[in-house]
C-alpha cells in the first residue's frame, strides 16, 4: 500500500477563483488520479496524471478549467480553475501500486471544496 | 446500462448476520475487482482485490467473482455496527477502473 496526504483538507472558496490541491506519496508510484465525488455520489475520474507527460483527462473535464502538475514520482498538484458552485466536491487523489497491467489504487484523505 | 451497477440500497442486517452485497458490470474483458469501503466524509479504503473466479477469503470478509455471469459479491460474516459504511465495487481493465455508485450498509446492534 501507500501513504498518501493532501493539502489542503478543506476549504471555502469565492465564485471565479482557484485552489490547488496538493497530494504526496510516501514513495514513487508511476500513476496517480484525480477523482471528484460529489455528495452521496460514486467516484468519477478527472484525469490520470503521470510523471514527465501530459495529463490524460476523461470525457467532461478539460485542462484549463483543472490543470494537472506532475512533477516527481510522489507528488502531483491539481487546480479547479475559476471556480462556481458546482465545483463544490470532494476531490480525491489515488495512487496505483503493484506490478503488472493490473494495478491496485490507494485513496488520499480528500479535500473538501465549497465554492461560494 | 451503466459499467458497474451496484444497488444503492440502504441494505440493513442485524448484528452477526451475513450481509451480501452486490455487482454486475458489463466489461467482459475486465480483469480485476475491488471492493473498497468508504466510510461517511471519509476517503475509500481498499477491503479485498480478486482477479480469479471463485471465491478469496480475508478474515470476515469473502468476495466472490464469477466472470461468466460478470458478477461480483462480497459477503461480510458476523456483521458489526462499525461495518455500517457505503460499499464501492470497482472493476479494472489495464489502468481503467471504473467505480460503482456504492451499496449502503447499516448494521443494527
Known amino acids: 500500500s501507500a501513504v498518501i496526504s493532501q493539502k489542503p483538507s478543506r476549504d471555502i472558496c469565492q465564485r471565479g477563483t482557484s485552489l490547488t490541491i496538493q497530494c504526496q506519496v510516501d514513495s514513487q508510484v508511476t500513476m496517480m488520479f484525480w477523482y471528484r465525488q460529489q455528495p452521496g455520489q460514486s467516484l468519477t475520474l478527472i484525469a490520470t496524471?503521470?510523471?514527465?507527460?501530459?495529463?490524460?483527462?476523461e470525457s467532461g473535464f478539460v485542462i484549463d478549467k483543472f490543470p494537472i502538475s506532475r512533477p516527481n514520482l510522489t507528488f502531483s498538484t491539481l487546480t479547479v480553475s475559476n471556480m462556481s458552485p458546482e465545483d463544490s466536491s470532494i476531490y480525491l487523489c489515488s495512487v496505483a501500486t503493484g506490478v503488472g497491467s493490473t494495478d491496485t489504487q490507494y485513496f488520499g484523505p480528500g479535500t473538501r471544496l465549497t465554492v461560494l | 446500462q451503466k459499467e458497474v451497477e451496484q444497488n444503492s440500497g440502504p441494505l440493513s442486517v442485524p448484528e452477526g448476520a451475513i450481509a451480501s452485497l452486490n455487482c454486475t458490470y458489463s466489461?467482459?474483458?475486465?480483469?480485476?475487482f475491488f471492493w473498497y469501503r468508504q466510510y461517511s466524509g471519509k476517503s475509500p479504503e481498499l477491503i479485498m482485490f480478486?482477479?480469479?473466479?471463485g471465491d478469496k477469503e480475508d478474515g470476515r470478509f469473502t468476495a466472490q467473482l464469477n466472470k461468466a455471469s460478470q458478477y461480483v459479491s462480497l459477503l461480510i460474516r458476523d456483521s458489526q455496527p462499525s461495518d455500517s459504511a457505503t460499499y464501492l465495487c470497482?472493476?479494472?481493465?489495464?489502468?481503467?477502473?471504473?467505480f460503482g455508485a456504492g451499496t449502503r450498509l447499516f448494521v443494527k446492534a
Open positions: 470497482a472493476v479494472a481493465r489495464g489502468f481503467k477502473t471504473i
Open positions: 496524471a503521470n510523471q514527465g507527460s501530459e495529463a490524460t483527462y
Open positions: 480478486i482477479y480469479s473466479n
Open positions: 466489461d467482459r474483458g475486465s480483469q480485476s
